[in-house]
Each structure stands twice: as structure tokens, then as C-alpha cells.
């Protein structure tokens, strides 16, 4: 299993195949900021059942889904984007990925049509680790981080599976096991 503690943002994290946490539970988790305060990353891989039309009022027309982005701070909007500079304020993450920006922007640029449902992503909720907190864990062997991550905005429940499989090695074997060992 690849655990170096050598990760940044733009990396992902993914959960070990028998977490318990069932916040993490055979998720994927895209890292939007690491420095020595701490960490923070979305779950990209946990649609829910709502639009965002259906969660935030007077938001304009458009086919967005809301994922389940984390337990921290289930009534904050996050979202990632490849808009950059489009959306003022806005968290480089890494080569065309973005996080967050100016909310009214985006909601003129959405009228407008100038932002399209395949380029963006919101989440509801967050993952946040403390200082040093995350590298415990990964000690631990509790994560497997990737550096190379697949199309993001193709998120699906299987992605977990797919990114294992795509790093190769021992990861696609991971990828086989059942969430309930017993079953083997």
C-alpha cells in the first residue's frame, strides 16, 4: 500500500478498505488545503439525493448535484470548479481545479450559461483534520494517497474502486476486497 506522508493539496486520500469511520467509509477525498493549521478536503465520491436548486433559494436554474462533502459544517455550499479567474476569490488547487469563489458570480455566471453542470461540483459539508492530524493517520494506515486523480467532474459512487484500480500494484488488489472481510 503506498502511504508516504508526502501529500499537498490536489492529492487524494483514499480510505483503507476496512475504515470503520462511516463518514470515510471506502470514500475518496480530493485535499483543497494543507498547511501547519491543518487540513481540508471534500468527499467526492457520496452523491445525495438533492439539486442545488432544491438546498439554496432563489438559486437559478440548473441540473448541479449536491454531494455529501464531509461532517464538518453540513450548512456550508463548497464547491470545485475548472472556471478559475471567472470566479473571483477562488482557491487554486492544482493545474485546472478550483475551489470555491464569489457566490454571487456564480450565480450570474449560471444565468448567464457561461458555467456548465460538467464543470462543477458542489458539495454540502467538509472533511477537516487538525494539525498534524491527518499525517497521524496516514502513519496509521488509515489513508492511501494518489497524486494522479481521474476526472473529477465524472464523480460516481464507484470511484473509490476505479481510482484503486487505476494506480495499479497492490491498489488493485485493495480494490477487490469486500467491505465485510468475513465475506471472503
Given at each position: 500500500m503506498s502511504t508516504t506522508n508526502n501529500f499537498e493539496k490536489g492529492d487524494l486520500l483514499i480510505a483503507e478498505p476496512f475504515m470503520?469511520?462511516?463518514?470515510?467509509?471506502?470514500?475518496?477525498?480530493?485535499?483543497?488545503?494543507?498547511?501547519?493549521?491543518?487540513?481540508?478536503?471534500?468527499?467526492?465520491?457520496?452523491?445525495?439525493?438533492?439539486?442545488?436548486?432544491?438546498?439554496?433559494p432563489n438559486f437559478p436554474a440548473f441540473q448541479g448535484e449536491v454531494y455529501y462533502g464531509g461532517p464538518i459544517g453540513m450548512d456550508r455550499l463548497n464547491y470545485i470548479h475548472s472556471y478559475g479567474d471567472m470566479l473571483p476569490n477562488s482557491f487554486h488547487i492544482k493545474d485546472n481545479l478550483y475551489w470555491n469563489g464569489d457566490f454571487e458570480r456564480l450565480k450570474s455566471l449560471i444565468k448567464e450559461k457561461k458555467i456548465l453542470p460538467h464543470n462543477i461540483r458542489f458539495f454540502a459539508g467538509y472533511a477537516?483534520?487538525?494539525?498534524?492530524?491527518?499525517?497521524?493517520?496516514?502513519?496509521?494506515?488509515?489513508?492511501?494517497?494518489?497524486?494522479?486523480?481521474?476526472?473529477?467532474?465524472?464523480?460516481?459512487?464507484?470511484?473509490?474502486?476505479?481510482?484503486?484500480v487505476k494506480m495499479g500494484g497492490e491498489n488493485k488488489l485493495i480494490a477487490t476486497l469486500p467491505e465485510d472481510p468475513t465475506l471472503n
Open positions: 470503520k469511520d462511516s463518514n470515510f467509509k471506502r470514500t475518496v477525498t480530493l485535499i483543497c488545503e494543507h498547511d501547519a493549521e491543518g487540513t481540508i478536503g471534500l468527499v467526492l465520491n457520496r452523491p445525495s439525493i438533492f439539486k442545488i436548486n432544491e438546498m439554496i477537516g483534520w487538525g494539525a498534524g492530524q491527518l499525517e497521524e493517520e496516514i502513519q496509521e494506515k488509515s489513508w492511501i494517497i494518489s497524486k494522479n486523480y481521474p476526472e473529477l467532474f465524472k464523480m460516481s459512487e464507484y470511484m473509490w474502486h476505479d481510482v484503486l
